[in-house]
């Protein structure tokens, strides 16, 4: 018979402890039921309760469910309507995909809860999967941002034209440290931050969130030059040269448009989100 040692026994209760993803369905494989054309802009397209179970949407918007037996093919894996993406791993079978801004001011941030509510004063370690989605994106980001928060009553609200100045508000801003830009070579990365609790919280939300006045009256300018839908390329060239430093969105100059999607959208993939007790600064 083998005998443990007090120590190993409290270091086993200590990882069960303090070593567990706090995210519900953290890789998207439960749903309600499969992804299809009648979901997204159909009868529950004014749904706040995403498909995919435990994640929540702001309804009006459509990021997007991807799974092995979609029944449309816009929503199939590793074919879709952004061409060949393939999961993180063979044994994979689903991700989400949304678009965290366009230059319009459109956004789709998406929201997942968690098993229990954060507790005030601990550290937590999050993380997450992503992928970019290439050549289809007129635009790429350097950061997707993530949003913690004890509910997300302004993301359940139906707005008709979802756009970032009316969901975004001051009171929603990013509150994840992340030490390091995210990565646009479409291939799956995993990025890594931090956060502090104040306690209650039982929610995590992507997308890009509150930055500031000066960001709105960019976002302002862009829409008002018609530079979304093509038109003026020239003060396009100069809108992009006066606001260089402010922007984290840019072009991207391997643009090619496929059949499916010719809107200038940035578009990402997202899986494996993970939530738990950061460990790496407690001994043991």
Same mark, same amino acid.
């Given at each position: 018979?083998?005998?443990?040692?007090?120590?190993?026994?409290?270091?086993?209760?200590?990882?069960?402890?303090?070593?567990?993803?706090?995210?519900?369905?953290?890789?998207?494989?439960?749903?309600?039921?499969?992804?299809?054309?009648?979901?997204?802009?159909?009868?529950?397209?004014?749904?706040?309760?995403?498909?995919?179970?435990?994640?929540?949407?702001?309804?009006?918007?459509?990021?997007?469910?991807?799974?092995?037996?979609?029944?449309?093919?816009?929503?199939?894996?590793?074919?879709?309507?952004?061409?060949?993406?393939?999961?993180?791993?063979?044994?994979?079978?689903?991700?989400?995909?949304?678009?965290?801004?366009?230059?319009?001011?459109?956004?789709?941030?998406?929201?997942?809860?968690?098993?229990?509510?954060?507790?005030?004063?601990? $550290?937590?370690? #999050? /993380? =997450?999967?992503?992928? &970019?989605?290439? !050549?289809?994106?007129?635009?790429?980001? %350097?950061?997707?941002?993530?949003?913690?928060?004890?509910?997300?009553?302004?993301?359940?609200?139906?707005?008709?034209?979802?756009?970032?100045?009316?969901?975004?508000?001051?009171?929603?801003?990013?509150?994840?440290?992340?030490?390091?830009?995210?990565?646009?070579?479409?291939?799956?990365?995993?990025?890594?931050?931090?956060?502090?609790?104040?306690?209650? $919280?039982?929610? #995590? /939300? =992507?997308?890009?969130? &509150?930055?500031? !006045?000066?960001?709105?009256?960019?976002? %302002?300018?862009?829409?008002?030059?018609?530079?979304?839908?093509?038109?003026?390329?020239?003060?396009?060239?100069?809108?992009?040269?006066?606001?260089?430093?402010?922007?984290?969105?840019?072009?991207?100059?391997?643009?090619?448009?496929?059949?499916?999607?010719?809107?200038?959208?940035?578009?990402?993939?997202?899986?494996?989100?993970?939530?738990?007790?950061?460990?790496?600064? #407690?001994?043991?």
């Amino acid at each position: 018979m083998k005998y443990f040692s007090i120590t190993s026994i409290l270091y086993f209760l200590y990882s069960f402890s303090f070593g567990q993803n706090l995210v519900l369905n953290p890789q998207f494989e439960e749903y309600y039921h499969l992804p299809d054309l009648k979901y997204e802009y159909g009868e529950r397209y004014e749904d706040s309760v995403f498909i995919c179970k435990h994640w929540y949407r702001v309804r009006g918007t459509t990021p997007d469910y991807y799974h092995v037996n979609a029944k449309n093919d816009r929503y199939e894996i590793p074919y879709n309507m952004l061409g060949y993406c393939p999961p993180v791993s063979l044994d994979d079978s689903a991700y989400m995909g949304f678009i965290p801004l366009k230059m319009d001011g459109y956004v789709e941030p998406f929201s997942g809860e968690f098993t229990k509510s954060l507790e005030a004063k601990k $550290e937590y370690q #999050i /993380s =997450f999967v992503y992928r &970019y989605a290439g !050549e289809p994106c007129y635009f790429y980001l %350097n950061k997707i941002e993530v949003f913690i928060s004890k509910d997300i009553k302004q993301f359940k609200k139906f707005y008709i034209m979802p756009m970032y100045k009316d969901i975004i508000t001051s009171e929603i801003k990013a509150n994840v440290t992340f030490t390091e830009s995210i990565i646009n070579d479409g291939k799956w990365h995993k990025i890594t931050g931090y956060y502090t609790a104040k306690g209650g $919280e039982q929610y #995590i /939300s =992507f997308g890009i969130f &509150y930055q500031n !006045e000066k960001f709105n009256k960019i976002i %302002n300018e862009y829409v008002n030059g018609n530079f979304i839908i093509g038109w003026n390329p020239n003060k396009e060239q100069q809108f992009y040269k006066k606001y260089k430093k402010y922007l984290f969105i840019h072009k991207n100059l391997n643009y090619k448009p496929i059949k499916t999607v010719q809107q200038r959208l940035s578009y990402y993939f997202i899986d494996d989100v993970c939530v738990e007790i950061d460990t790496t600064g #407690i001994d043991y």
